[in-house]
Structure formats: structure tokens, C-alpha cells
């Protein structure tokens, strides 16, 4: 079948670059003698029909924004039949011959299971603050992310030294200690605790305390999301070494901000990459970087859960503290 319009939406988490995803999808597309229909908040425009075109000036000044202009929302509604057969309804409404879709592993295996259901080319754009999507390197909204929190973390280290303090960081990583272990490195951190591996605060005590007799007067532990909470933590490091512990919760400022060049250039060639495979028939597929190439990831791949090798990194943390 060829493809002359294209449904483009974002869903999942929101990450930064997916913006530039966009423009790069609708006028290449446009360039292409495509047309483009902006599908907005994710799968719940689809069973809403809530559709817009998409055209060269739509795409304007949004390539160094954050978010998402299509917006983004959970649909739980989406995995029920009935939310799918409403969804299948409005792509035939309005004429939709393929969808490229920006999001997660959690994105593309809905979309999997629904383009394999109902026989629709689906190709997914690998957008991801965790990094976590099987068979890929590189994601959208990665880098950016990590260059935030290493940017307050940097901050939150001028003040703890200052004021001779330990500090406990907590940044995203529900399932992916990918976050964590990035800015522990690159921001010179004493320990990172993520959810790959067990650890040992007794430990993590004694060292402090240890280095305190020294005259080491800071501290910053790191802490995936997944791992723990950070203010748990905290509390537990001054019962056991009696020394001020402060916690701090990055949070949502991760997802935000303007989203770095790296992150940029990764959206504009996956957007290329998903409507030249689009167009190649090439569909059931996730765009993503791996070995500085693009790559399309089947599905079936890319939903898997991703194995995070931690060791050699968290080791190296320590050996550098």
C-alpha cells in the first residue's frame, strides 16, 4: 500500500528533543509529497479523534523546545478492545495509511500489539529520558536530561561544601539506574545507589564517617528513583554517623528544558529515518542510534527489558571519589 498520509503522535513520558522529532517527521514527509496528521495526547487522540494537519509553518520555532506540542497523556483505555477499535475507527475516518509514533518501551509495545492487530504500518521513534528502549543506544531526551541533573547537582555541591554537608540526590530512574549512574560520574559523586544492585549503607556510613575524621567535609550520594527515597535515606545516614544529611529531589525538571544538540540532532535524523521507513515498507520497527549509526529495532526487540551494565561504571565512581 503506498503511503500518501502519514498520523504522527507522542505518548509516554515526555522527553526533551521530542519536539524537534516532530518537525523533522513533517517536512521531510511534506518533502516527500506526504501529508501529515498531528494525532494529540497520544493514544487518546486516536479513540477521541482528536486531529489536526500538520504543515511546514505548524513546525515553527519549536525545534529548541521542550515537551511536546502534539502533548502527551497515560491511556489506560488503549489496551482494551474497545479503546483500540475506536482508535482503528479514526484512522480509517481520516484516512491515515501509517503512523510514526515518538515515545518509550512502553509506547512501542502498545504500539506493536495494535499494528500487528489490525494490520497498520507502524514505525516508532526512540524517545526516552532512561535510555532504556532494548536493542538501542542512544534515545532522544537522554543526554539533555542528564546535562539538567548534572547542572543542579553541580550547584547543590558548591552549597554542600560550603556548608560541610552530606547530601542525597534523588534523580528519575523508576526502573534504570541509566540517570544516576551518568551525573554520579560526570559530577564527581562519592556513591550512587540505583536499582541494578544492592547496596550496603552500613557501608556507605562507616566510609563517611572515615573520610569526616579525615577532614572530608561533603558528601553527595546519588540515587535512582527505583532504589529508594531519598529523604529514607538521609534520615538513616545522620541517625548512624550523626552528621547533617540534606535530601533533594530533582524531579520533574528532567523532563523539561531545552534539549541539548545532541539530543536535537539524534531527532531530526530519527524523524528521517521513520518516514524513510515508512515509505520502504519497512514498518514494526523502532528508530534509535547504536554504534553513532541510525538503526531500526524490530519491536518485538525494542520492548524487551533492557539489561543497564552497571558494574564497570559504578566501579569506576568509586575508584574516582
Not at 507522542?10 to 518533502?31: E, L
Not at 509514533?101 to 514505525?123: D, L, M, Q, R, W
Request: hydrophobic share 40%.
Amino acid at each position: 500500500m503506498a503511503i500518501k498520509r502519514i498520523g504522527l503522535l507522542t505518548a509516554g513520558g515526555d522527553a526533551p528533543g521530542m519536539n524537534a522529532a516532530i518537525r523533522s517527521v513533517v517536512r521531510y514527509a511534506i518533502s516527500h509529497k506526504l501529508e501529515v496528521m498531528g494525532v494529540l495526547r497520544g493514544w487518546w487522540g486516536l479513540i477521541n479523534e482528536e486531529i489536526k494537519p500538520l504543515d511546514h509553518r505548524s513546525v515553527s520555532n519549536i525545534i529548541n523546545l521542550g515537551g511536546t506540542i502534539l502533548k502527551t497523556a497515560r491511556c489506560p483505555e488503549f489496551h482494551t478492545k474497545e479503546g483500540q477499535e475506536r482508535a482503528k475507527k479514526t484512522i480509517e475516518k481520516y484516512s491515515i495509511d501509517g503512523l510514526i509514533v515518538v515515545g518509550g518501551n512502553g509506547t512501542f509495545e502498545a504500539s506493536h500489539k495494535f499494528s500487528e492487530k489490525y494490520k497498520i504500518p507502524c514505525v516508532g521513534i526512540a524517545a526516552s529520558i532512561d535510555n532504556d528502549v532494548n536493542g538501542i543506544e542512544e534515545t532522544i531526551g537522554a543526554d539533555t536530561a542528564i546535562n539538567t541533573a548534572l547542572f543542579a547537582i553541580d550547584n547543590i555541591r558548591d552549597t554542600a561544601t560550603s556548608m560541610e554537608r552530606i547530601f542525597v540526590i534523588e534523580v528519575m530512574g523508576r526502573e534504570s539506574g541509566y540517570i544516576a549512574l551518568q551525573v554520579a560520574l560526570a559530577g564527581g559523586c562519592e556513591e550512587v545507589i540505583i536499582p541494578e544492585r544492592k547496596y550496603d549503607l552500613e557501608r556507605i556510613c562507616h566510609e563517611i564517617v572515615e573520610g569526616n575524621l579525615r577532614g572530608k567535609i561533603s558528601w553527595i550520594i546519588v540515587i535512582a528513583e527505583g532504589a529508594g527515597k531519598s529523604e529514607d535515606i538521609a534520615k538513616k545516614i545522620t541517625e548512624i554517623t550523626t552528621l547533617e544529611t540534606r535530601a533533594v529531589i530533582l524531579g520533574h525538571i528532567q523532563r523539561g528544558g531545552r534539549p541539548t544538540a545532541f539530543s536535537r540532532n539524534l531527532a531530526l535524523r530519527f524523524g528521517q529515518a521513520a518516514v524513510d521507513c515508512l515509505l520502504k515498507g519497512e514498518t514494526g520497527k523502532a528508530i534509535g542510534l547504536t554504534n553513532g549509526k541510525i538503526v531500526a529495532v524490530d519491536f518485538a526487540t525494542a520492548i524487551k527489558k533492557k539489561e543497564l551494565q552497571v558494574e564497570n561504571l559504578y566501579n569506576l565512581v568509586r575508584i574516582l571519589t
